[in-house]
Structure formats: structure tokens, C-alpha cells
């Protein structure tokens, strides 16, 4: 199992950034898939998760009407939509199956800031 995020970066608030997360060495489109994000000295917190064939998506409070996951199975690639970014939105974000067992990604960072 191979989790590759990509697409972080530094924006400023308000400014908005995809995440993409390319899997593979899995069923992917059979596999529920989420993000999680891990602040500077806090825990990892789950942040979105999506059903096998997105027709579920679920949110943290903190990011609901903010961010959309949703998921391309013919590219094996679960995606993070991410608008009216703010500053504790700052974080390694990080992809994540449970196939048998828990897999993450290498992590992406996201730093929103002027």
C-alpha cells in the first residue's frame, strides 16, 4: 500500500488549495479513504472521510461548508478541496486507508499565513 499526497503549500487566509493523494497497491474503489491534519504540537484530528463510491462525506466541524473531499476511482486519487483557508487550518496534512491495518501517507504541508 503506497499513499502519496501532494499539492500543499503556503497561502494566505481567505486563499484556497487541493490536496491530491494518488494510492495505490489496494483496492482503492472499495475503500473508504480520509484526511487527517496534525497542527505544529497538537495531535493528529480527523478532517474528512468518504465513502467507497462518494456518495458519503463526512466532516469536522471545523472545516464543514470550507473544505470538500471527494474522490476520482478510475485515478485511484482521493482529493481535499480546501476554501476560505485560515491561519489554524495550518498543518502536515496526511491521507489515510485501513486496509487490514492503518496505512498514512508521507504527509503534505499547508501553512496559511500573510
Known amino acids: 500500500v503506497q499513499l502519496v499526497e501532494s499539492g500543499g503549500g503556503l497561502v494566505q487566509p481567505g486563499g484556497s488549495l487541493r490536496l491530491s493523494c494518488a494510492a495505490s497497491?489496494?483496492?482503492?474503489?472499495?475503500?473508504?479513504m480520509s484526511w487527517y491534519r496534525q497542527p505544529p504540537g497538537k495531535q493528529r484530528e480527523l478532517v474528512a472521510t468518504?465513502?467507497?463510491?462518494?456518495?458519503?462525506?463526512d466532516y469536522a466541524e471545523s472545516v464543514k461548508g470550507r473544505f470538500t473531499i471527494s474522490r476520482d476511482n478510475a485515478k485511484n486519487t482521493v482529493y481535499l478541496q480546501m476554501n476560505s483557508l485560515k491561519p489554524e487550518d495550518t498543518a502536515v496534512y496526511y491521507c489515510?486507508?485501513?486496509?487490514?491495518?492503518?496505512?498514512w501517507g508521507q504527509g503534505t504541508q499547508v501553512t496559511v499565513s500573510s
Open positions: 489515510y486507508v485501513n486496509y487490514n491495518r492503518a496505512y
Open positions: 497497491g489496494f483496492t482503492f474503489s472499495r475503500s473508504v
Open positions: 468518504i465513502t467507497s463510491a462518494g456518495g458519503r462525506t
